[in-house]
């Protein structure tokens, strides 16, 4: 073993998505009904949801960052997320966590979400 992957360097900051899952781009749907309060874009196509995870029980585990530490809606908005989700029609429970890793940068956004804001 090298002495990087012996310190997990290599592994990709962001775990994969659950993009194959049947469910998943209604989960998708669901994130992009949450808004942060400041930004006039949805918190999906800022690239604020880094992680959607489904098991084959059809439990949601989202990982999410905001863009600011100081974010003032930081309690917040896991319970938005969570609202969004639940409701939608096969979904059997939903856990959202922040992190921090990677750092939020605005080259996380969409190009709709560029488009919207004037980056582009």
Partial sequence: MTDAAAHGEG??????SSTDHP??????????????????????????????????Q????LIMTLTAPGCPVAGEMPGWLQEAIEPIPGVKQVNVDIT??????????????RLELGFM
């Fill in 11 to 16: 592994a990709p900051l962001i775990a994969p």
């Fill in 23 to 56: 469910l998943y781009d209604a989960v998708v749907e669901g994130c992009r009904t949450v808004y942060d309060p400041e930004i006039p874009v949805n918190i999906y196509d800022l690239g604020l949801v880094y992680t959607i995870d489904i098991t084959e």
């Fill in 58 to 61: 059809n439990e949601v585990s």
């Fill in 100 to 113: 921090w890793e990677p750092p939020w940068g605005m080259d996380m956004m969409s190009d709709e979400a």
